[in-house]
Every structure is written in structure tokens, then in C-alpha cells.
């Protein structure tokens, strides 16, 4: 059978972001897959040289730092066929217009949810523990260990995980939990289909429900305008004493200033990979509290590990080139509900 001709393919995205993602194996299967050109790989589509490859070019594989592509970008690029992302969100740069050209669109959230889901994994077991906010407890305390229990119960039995969002991750998170038989699971989201996440071992529930049998509370709804403040006092004091709020989405979900009084009086815990803004400003006070850790958003891929990702864009190539359909599509209307 004869090869499908190799599509004329452009990379857009940062140079930083270029050379961590694509490595020598990287570089040779794009090869492989692709007709290339000079450049390789740009950050801005309006120079002379980009304008020419994009005029050219079928595929895109884009990635973080990726401009805009907007209806000047497409009207110049006439043979755009697809838009591989080798990253998660596609919403900075894919808008309608990409849409109304009818370009296909992929991403390569899931090689990304991994990573996040075993952090995640392990902020809910260190919660049960106390693990992080004893650490901190004894650098006060010292050689007197009567203060373990000031933080709550440690035991994990019994305990009760609320899921908010059945996202790629959320959906991961909750496959660790109930197969490992770790927690008692409930799962908020309007959206997610109860029958599925039964299937999953958990239950679904609404916000209202779930909050005061919360012993963690697990943030994984996307960033929309909707989800902004999701967790607010309200939501906050509706949560059991002790209880830790873990969030590995994104920071507006939560009421950082709401976050910061509930967890000042000691009254709840949290763990943080986001924050609002991000980072937080240096006075801050969750920096210093002793029941909150605050980790530099590194719950996702960083450095070589996005090369998975970068490889997940390349079988979106090899299956675009080979006519066989996308393993992960984004369309329109996910935009309106995706991270």
C-alpha cells in the first residue's frame, strides 16, 4: 500500500517550550510523519518567513506560547487542515474562527493527566495524615509530639474525598480512590453522567451535599466564567472542622482571601498547586501559615516529562496522515466546558 503523502507541517510555540518538548526521538518521528521546512518552528505567525511556511502548511503542532490564531492567521494559511496541540487547553489560541474553517483540533490534556492525578493521589493521603502541617508543627514543637493530634483525627478510615469536577483528572483521581478502596468518594458535577461515576465506584452529589461530609475536598472543575469563586466563604464554612482543600486546577475557583480567614483560625487545611493570582504576592498570608502548603504549579508535566505530550500530538499526526480519526478532539462546544 502506498504511503500517504507526508503533510507539510509548521510548530508554533515558544522556543523554550521547543526545545524542552522535543527531544532527538521527538524530532526524528516528526520527521518521519512530516514535510518540514525553515522555520521549524516559530512563535509569531507575521514575519516574512513564518508567513511563507504557514502558507504551505496542513498541520499546525502547537504548544504553549502559541499566538492567537485568529482570522488574519487563517485567511493566510489556506491548506490548514489541523491544529495538534501538544498541550492541554486549546482555549488561548483556537477560537471560532478555527471552528468555522472546520480544522480539526486535537490536544494532549490526557498525557498531562497523569501526573496531576498521582499529585493530586498524594495530597489527599497526605491530608489524611496531616502529613505537610505536622511538618510544619514541628519545627515549633520539637521533641514534644503531643501536638500530632491538634490537627484533627490522622486515621484514614472512614474518610470521605469530594471530587468537585469529573474532569479527565477529577475521573483519574477518582479510579485511584475507590480502586484502591482509600476513601469514600463523592463527585460534584452537573455536567458528568451519575451512571458513570457509580460505575466508578462513587457518588454523585451536589455541592450542597457534599461539602459537610467532606474530610478533603479535591478541586477539578475547569476555568470558566462560571467556576470563578466556586469555593467561597459560604462554601468554606460549610466544610467540617480539619477539613483540607486541595486544588490542582485552577486558582479562581477558590476565594483566596476566603481561603486565607478559614484557614488563619486553624479551623481547615490546604494544599495548593495553584492560586489566585499565581503566584500569590510575597505578603500573602498562606505563605505562612502552618496549614497550608503552597507548591509552585508542578502537579503537571514540567521539563522533559511534556515530551509525553509532545508524543501525543505525534499520533494525532500519525493517525491524521493515515486518515484514521483523533484519539482526543476538541470542538466547539467543548470549549464552553473544557479547561
Known sequence: MTQPPAPETLLVMGQPTFATQFGPAELGRLRQLATLGEPLVTEELTSPASLARLARAEVLITSWGCPPLTGEVLA?????????????????????????????????????????????LAAVLWAFKKVPFLANDARAHRA?????????????VDRTVVLVGYSRIGAR????????????????????????????????ATLAEALPQAHVLSLHAPELPATRHLIGAAELAALPA????????????LDTDALAHACADGRLQAILDVTD??????????????????????????????????????????????GRPPIDPVSRGDLAVRA
Open 173 to 204: 483521581v477518582c479510579a485511584l480512590l475507590t480502586e484502591l478502596g482509600l476513601a469514600r468518594v463523592l463527585v460534584v458535577d452537573p455536567i458528568a453522567d451519575p451512571a458513570e461515576i457509580a460505575a466508578a465506584g462513587a457518588q454523585p
Open 76 to 120: 493566510a494559511a489556506p491548506r490548514l487542515r489541523a491544529v495538534l496541540h501538544a498541550a492541554g487547553s486549546v482555549r488561548p489560541h483556537v477560537g471560532p474562527a478555527v471552528f468555522d474553517r472546520d480544522v480539526l483540533v486535537t490536544t494532549a490534556a490526557e498525557a498531562n493527566a497523569e501526573p496531576v492525578s498521582h499529585y493530586t
Open 242 to 253: 480539619h477539613a483540607t482543600v486541595i486544588n490542582t486546577a485552577r486558582g479562581s475557583l
Open 277 to 322: 493570582p499565581e503566584p500569590l504576592p510575597a505578603d500573602s498570608p498562606l505563605y505562612d501559615l502552618p496549614n497550608v502548603l503552597v507548591t509552585p504549579h508542578i502537579a503537571g508535566s514540567l521539563d522533559t516529562e511534556t515530551r509525553r505530550m509532545a508524543q501525543a500530538a505525534l499520533d494525532e499526526l500519525e493517525r491524521y496522515r493515515a
Open 144 to 156: 514534644d509530639w503531643s501536638y500530632r493530634e491538634r490537627r484533627g483525627e490522622l486515621s484514614g
